[in-house]
C-alpha cells in the first residue's frame, strides 16, 4: 500500500535535447549529495520538435523521444530508490501544441466529426466566422495570396494526402476526396480514383485513430511509386482555382496568422496561434488524457503532480477532483496558481498547495528596505513622468483586451445571446464594453464561481465599483452584468473566467512589468510594484496552517530575472541617493537615443546581471530586444521596430564596453554585493526553513544572476558544483571559512548553507513538515527570527534584513527553550537562557540556524 511521502526538498529540472534523462542520471548522485529529495520534472510528454521546454505537448501517451525514452525513466526510478529520492511531474492539462505531430488534432482536421477526438480539443464548431471549419491561423499573409503566390501546395506522403505551407504541414481533409477525384477522368488515374475512394470509405467507417493510421499507410504504400499520383497532386497545384477549391474543402480554414487577434473559434493558451486548449472538463477527455500519467503512477515511476495554468479549465476545483480520484490521497499534487496580494487558495481544492510563487512575494518583499523602495518609486516617477502604477495596469490589460484578445471578447458578447441572457432590446456595444470592462477591473487572474458563494459575490462587488468608475455611460450592461451574477449564471462566467487569467497575464506580467520600471526586482510574477509586504510571521503562520506542503520558490524557468539578481536589485533601496546620483551621471556619459524609460530599464538590468569577469553583453541585448517587444511601447512580437531595437541593443553594446562607466558600476555593484550576499543567503535560509518544501530551480545554488527565458534555461555547470560541494565538503573549522571567503563572488557560501540546510531537512524531517512556526521578538528592527518546533525537536533561524546598520539586536526566547544550541553551519555552541544575542550567531557565517546542543 502507497503512502503518502511528501518531499523535503525539490529541484526542478528543465529537459529538452540539450538535456536529456541520461544528462540527469549522470547528476543524481550529486543531487542526493546535496541533500535533494525529489526531482520535479518540466513535462516530459512527446512534444513540439526542438520544444525547450516541454510545454507544448502533442502525446502525452508517450516519453518524448527527444529526452529519453520509458526504459530510460525506468532505470532512473531505480537509481533514485537506491538514494530514496522521489519524482515530481510537472504536467498540461490545459492545452496541446497545435502541430503536424498533435495526431489527435490533425485526425479532427482529416476526418472532422468522424474523428473520436471531436470533441476533444475546445473549438467552437459553431462560430459563425468559419463555417464548421477550424480555424488555422499560420499563414504570413492572406489565404488568397498565398495561394496566388505559390506558397500553397498539395503534396503526397506515405501517410496520406497533405496541404502544405512551406516547412508546415496539415492534412488533406477527407471531404476534398469527391472533389480532386472529379478531375480524374483519364484512364491512367483510376488507381488514384480507387485509392480516394478507398481512404474515404476507411475513413468514415469509425475507425480509431491508430486503425485508420494503419490502413491509410497500407493503402498509401500499393500507389505511391505511380508516377500517376505525383501527376494528380501537380494537376491541383498547376491550377489555381483548382488548389483554392480544394483548400476551400477542408474542416479547416487556413488564415493570417493576425487574423486571430480578432476572430477565432478555438481557445488558445494565453495569446499563442500555436498552442491550442483542450475540453478537459468532460470525464472522456479527462480519462483519455491522463491515461497514460496514471500508468507512470501505479508503476510508481513518478510519485507527485504540479499542475500547469490551473486557471486556464473551466472548472479548476472539479478537475482536482477527478485527479484525487484517479491518483488517490498519498499522491503529493501542487498547483501553479499565482495568488494576488491578500488571496489565498481556495479552501475546497484537495492539494498540498501551489508551486510557490506567493511565497516568492513574500520573501522578496521582507528583504527589500521599504522606505528605501518609496524612494525609489518616487525619484522613477519624477525622473519618467510614469502614470499611477493601477493606471497603467487597468491601460494595458485594456491594450491586450482590444488589440491581441479581440476575437476571445467577441466570442463571450456572442455566448451572452447563445445563452439567451441577453436579447435584442440589449445594446450589443455596451454589453461588450462591460464585458470587457469585467475583466480589466478584475484585480486577480481569476474567480472561481460557485452557485450561492456569498463570499465570492461580496469580492465581486469591487470590480463592479471600479468598471462604474471608469465608464459610467455602460451603466446598463453593468447592472445587466451584476444582475447575471447576482442569478448565479455559472455557464456565462465560467467560460469568462478562462480568459481573464490570460489578460492579467498579458496585460500585467508580460506588458506592465517590462514598461513600470521603478524597480524591477518586484516585477515579478507572484509580486506586485504595489503589493502590500504584510507581515511575514503571520503569514508564516498561516502558511503552515492551511499548505505545510506547498512549494517555497524564488526561481522558476518562468520568473524574470535570477533569484540573485533580484536581490542585488532589492539593495538599491538602501542606496537610494547614492543611485539617483549614478543614474543622472550615467544619463549625461552616455547620451542615449532611446526613450529614458528604457534606459532607465537597461541601468537596472545592468545593475541585475552584472558578473565580474563574464561578459553579459549579447544575453543583456537579447533580454532587452524580448523586453523591448513584451513592452508593446516602441516595439512589440506583432511590429517589430528593429531599428529602434537597434538603438537599444547599440547602447547596451556602447555602454557597458565603456571604462569611464564601468569605473563608476563595479565599484557600485561592489558595495550593493556586500549588502546582497548576506540578502541571498537570507532569502534561501527562508525558503529552507519556512513552512513549506523549498524548491531549488536548476544551477541556483550557487549565485544566480540570469534574466528571462531563455536565458534562465543556459545549460548548468554541474561538474563545477559537484567539485565544489566535494571540496567544501572535506573541510571544517577555519580552512571551511577562508575556502568560503575566497570563493565568495563565486556562490560558495550560498552552496553550503543549500548543502546544510538539505541535510538538516532530510534528518529532521517531521519537524520541517509538520512542526509550529514560532515567531520570536527581538530588540531591533534589522532581524528576523523564529523557530520550527515539533515535539521536543527545535530548530532556531536568525536572518538579518536589509539595512545599513549593523545588527545589533537581541533575541527573546520563550518559556521551555533549549538553553544550550549549536549553529550547524559554524559548529559554535551557544548558551542562551531567555535571551540570545544575535552577534554571538551570526559571528561566523552571514545567517544563523541552531538546535539543540545535543542533536
Known sequence: MRSYNPPTATYRIQFHAGFTFKHLKDIIPYLHQLGVSTIYASPIFKA?????????????????????????????????QRHDMTWLQDIVPNHMAYHAENTRLYDVMERGPLSPYYAYFDIDWHHPDFAGKLMTP????????????????????????????FQQVFPLSVTAYDLISEQLSDSDALPVVKLLSALYQRATAGTSLEDWTHQKGQLMAGVMNLEIVQGVVDKVNNNLALLAK?????????????????SINYRRFFTVNELITLKMETQEVFNEYHTFLHSLYRENLIQGLRIDHIDGLQDPGGYIERLRQLFGNQCYIIAEKILEDQESLPHSWDLQGTSGYEFLSFVNHLLSHERGVQGLHAYYTSLTGSPVYEELVLEKKRLILERYMGGEWENMVRLCYTLKLADARVSRELLKEAIGLFMICLPVYRLYPVAGDALLKEEVAGTFARMRSLNRSAEPAILLLEQWWEEDKLPFFLRLMQFTGPLMAKGVEDTVFYVYNALLSHNEVGDSPVAEPGNFHQ?????????????????????????????????????????????????????????????????????????????IIERL????????????????????????????TDFVSRVLQSK?????????????????????????????????????YQGTELWDYSYVDPDNRRPVDYELRRAMLQEMSGLSGAGLFDYLASHRKQGAEKLYLVWKMLHSRRELRNLFLEGDYLPFQRSGENVLAFARVYRQEWVLVVVPLPDREPVTASILLPAGAPERWRNIFSGEVIAGKEVLEVGLVLGRFPVGVLVPENI
Not at 247 to 252: G, H, L, N, P
Open 621 to 648: 541585448q537579447q533580454y532587452v530586444v524580448k523586453a523591448l517587444r513584451e513592452g508593446k511601447v516602441n516595439s512589440s512580437w506583432s511590429s517589430p521596430d528593429e531599428e529602434y531595437e537597434k538603438k537599444a
Open 48 to 80: 513540439a520538435p526542438g520544444s525547450m521546454h516541454g510545454y507544448d505537448v502533442t502525446d502525452p501517451h508517450m516519453i518524448n523521444p527527444a529526452i529519453g525514452t520509458i526504459d530510460e525513466l525506468r532505470e532512473i526510478h531505480q537509481l533514485l
Open 660 to 696: 569611464p562607466f564601468l569605473d563608476s558600476l563595479v565599484p557600485f555593484i561592489e558595495k550593493l554585493d556586500s549588502f546582497a550576499y548576506t540578502s541571498s543567503l537570507a532569502q534561501t535560509l527562508l525558503k529552507m526553513t519556512a513552512p513549506g518544501v523549498p524548491d531549488t
Open 246 to 262: 480544394v483548400v476551400s474543402k477542408q474542416y479547416y480554414q487556413l488564415a493570417y496568422w493576425s487574423d486571430a487577434d480578432r
Open 539 to 615: 503569514l508564516m503562520v498561516v502558511r503552515q496552517q492551511q499548505t505545510p506542503h506547498a512549494l517555497n520558490t524564488t526561481a522558476t524557468h518562468d520568473t524574470k530575472r535570477g533569484e540573485d539578481g533580484r536581490i542585488r536589485l532589492n539593495m538599491l533601496s538602501l542606496f537610494v541617493e547614492e543611485w539617483k546620483q549614478l543614474v543622472e551621471t550615467w544619463r549625461e556619459l552616455n547620451e542615449s537615443e532611446i526613450l529614458l524609460n528604457d534606459e532607465y530599464f537597461i541601468y537596472q538590468s545592468i545593475v541585475s546581471g552584472y558578473e565580474d569577469g563574464v561578459s
Open 138 to 165: 499560420f499563414l504570413g499573409k492572406p489565404l488568397d495570396s498565398c495561394i496566388a503566390d505559390g506558397e500553397i501546395k498539395l503534396a503526397v506522403t506515405p501517410g496520406g494526402f497533405t496541404v502544405n505551407y
